[in-house]
């Protein structure tokens, strides 16, 4: 089940990377699990982690390595989080890494792992290193397709997206590759996230454009409210030493930025479309606030909110519903009797309290459609945020009620 998912585009190839997947058996059973990203030797790295405190032991491991040496390789595998496993788990993380520097004949710490699904277990370590002759072979730069299947979990499609623009007159690519339906309330990125572009950037400029591109698009999102122990986001700049070079100063920058922001907000915007047991794509948008700060806590209000996502499924227009999500929000000083919230184009409040000429079938059917609109106006200034948010179905405790079995 989709909230008007689209299927996978057309993924355009990034020079200097190659990709390579696999079923190593690591917990699904007829179906790559397993993927191998090769980056080439210029490549430059970037990356954002989970801000739980209880962090898996890939995150710990990546995060250490990217801060020692420039990445050839990401290792990614579906199926068995390796978080919640200790001294064991951070072993079993670098053996990989170690095994796989051995296959390349590269350093151990140029070698990012990177894991998703179930926490707590014992990792196969043994299953993912036997694969890795015949993730050797099978690096190709038309990978992306594959690779996006092999590291999903309970997603039900793959997610991927390609953006182009210009530095100096000549076209360059970014394309990225997502996982992620549950356990969706990033803090930082999504589940996992991959992205590359072939045009050659500096340190400084990479590290800017993927903080700024995630606040607004991976931040966005929620599904159910948990951040996950493993997430990750990471942008590869694989452009050779004749390429130009993207600084934040470079006129090219803003252009640059704008296609990885617009591939990120693909990718984030599938995850919540492809949400578990998901039947509606809500758009929570408030605006009328003094800062951007508060906007977002009133939106996350409403889009954490049980009540709020379980009317949504039924097309229930409880309009009473995301007016006490508002109130209890945190901000200080709101005066409800100047709040106003629309249901798509049908103003539902204003001044606090449901419009005379309410008509309650017509929002119902506004809440029915697959793309939902939530506006509110808190009264108080110009500043606004958006976040995109799930309904809340059946479907998704039965999913999770099963995950395990």
């Not at 199926?79 to 296959?103: F, K, P, V, W, Y």
């Not at 000083?333 to 309290?353: C, H, P, Q, S």
């Not at 009264?379 to 405790?397: F, N």
């Amino acid at each position: 089940m989709t909230a008007g998912l689209v299927e996978l585009p057309i993924l355009t190839p990034v020079a200097g990377i190659r990709l390579a997947s696999v079923a190593a058996g690591i917990r699904y059973h007829g179906r790559d699990d397993l993927a191998l990203v090769e980056l080439g030797p210029d490549a430059r790295c970037a990356a954002v982690f989970t801000r739980n405190a209880f962090q898996a032991a890939p995150v710990i491991i990546a995060r250490d390595h990217l801060s020692q040496a420039s990445p050839r390789f990401w290792l990614i595998n579906a199926g068995n989080a390796n978080a919640g496993t200790g001294d064991a788990g951070i072993e079993a993380a670098s053996e990989c890494c170690r095994a796989l520097s051995r296959q390349f004949d590269c350093a151990p710490n140029t070698v990012l792992p990177f894991s998703t699904g179930v926490i707590g277990e014992t990792f196969p370590t043994q299953r993912l290193v036997s694969a890795f002759p015949e993730l050797a072979t099978g690096l190709a730069a038309d990978g992306w397709e594959r690779a996006a299947r092999a590291i999903m979990t309970t997603d039900t499609v793959p997610k991927g997206a390609t953006a182009n623009f210009q530095v100096d007159g000549k076209d360059f690519t970014v394309t990225g590759i997502a996982k992620g339906s549950g356990m969706i309330c990033p803090d930082m990125a999504t589940m996992l996230a991959f992205l590359a572009t072939d045009a050659r950037v500096d340190q400084d400029a990479l590290e800017n454009c993927l903080q700024h591109a995630v606040a607004g698009t991976f931040n966005r999102i929620t599904v159910d409210g948990d951040t996950s122990t493993n997430d990750a986001c990471v942008l590869a700049a694989t452009g050779g030493p004749d390429a130009p070079t993207v600084t934040r100063s470079h006129p090219a920058y803003s252009e640059f930025a704008d296609a990885v922001a617009q591939v990120c907000e693909r990718l984030a915007q599938a995850i919540v479309r492809d949400a578990e047991g998901a039947t509606r794509f809500v758009t929570v948008d408030v605006h009328g606030g003094e800062t951007e700060a508060e906007c977002l806590l009133a939106a996350r209000a409403v889009a954490h909110s049980p009540l709020v996502k379980t009317a949504l499924f039924a097309a229930d227009p409880n309009w009473g519903r995301f007016l006490a999500a508002v109130g209890r929000c945190g901000i200080t000083g709101l005066n409800i009797n100047k709040v106003e919230m629309w249901f798509g184009d049908l103003l539902v409040v204003r001044n606090g309290t449901l419009v005379a000429d309410y008509d309650e079938a017509a929002a119902g059917r506004v809440l029915a459609q697959t793309d939902v609109r939530v506006a509110i106006n808190l009264g108080r200034g110009r500043e606004s945020a958006v976040i995109w948010t799930s309904d809340l179905s059946h479907e998704y405790v039965t999913i999770n009620a099963e995950y395990r079995t």
